[in-house]
């Protein structure tokens, strides 16, 4: 019986998915762009953006487009790291912006309710405050021009 209740517990781990992949309808540069402005337009500071394809490209590698979008609230992240510091492993937060193997260009986030399984959090409003800011931000950078 404990076996059975490991194995299930770990194909829980295994298969449970706390990353959000979104298409986009721009490519991965307009898409980053897009990004930034609406979190910026939010009042959040972006504090970098990583080139993951170019830096591969230094080291005469081979890398789909990709590039990483960091960037956070300083009020929401330091009340979450006084609850658990550890938390700054996993803060600011990302999205990373890609052209998957079939050339399509995607958006990809971890869900918020991954920090409060990792970390010993009591912010279910902070945490629904995240799904619902990474939500928008990802609708509005890779959403479909109308014509």
């Known amino acids: 019986m404990k076996k059975i209740l490991v194995l299930l517990a770990m194909s829980g781990l295994l298969f449970g998915n706390d990353i959000i992949i979104k298409k986009s309808c ?67 937060l990302r999205i990373l912006v890609y052209k998957d193997h079939d050339g399509v260009v995607k958006m990809a986030y971890r869900d918020g309710s991954w920090l409060a399984q990792k970390h010993v959090l009591d912010a279910p409003k902070k945490v629904a405050k995240i799904n619902k800011a990474m939500n928008m931000f990802t609708e509005k950078a890779g959403q479909c021009k109308k014509d």
Do not use: R, Y
């Open 26 to 92: 721009e490519d991965v540069t307009t898409t980053t762009n897009n990004i930034k402005k609406i979190v910026k337009s939010k009042g959040l500071s972006v504090f970098a953006t990583i080139n993951h394809s170019g830096n591969a490209k230094m080291v005469d590698m081979q890398l789909n487009e990709s590039k990483m979008v960091i960037f956070g609230n300083a009020k929401l992240g330091t009340a979450l790291m006084q609850q658990d510091m550890t938390i700054g492993l996993d803060l600011p």
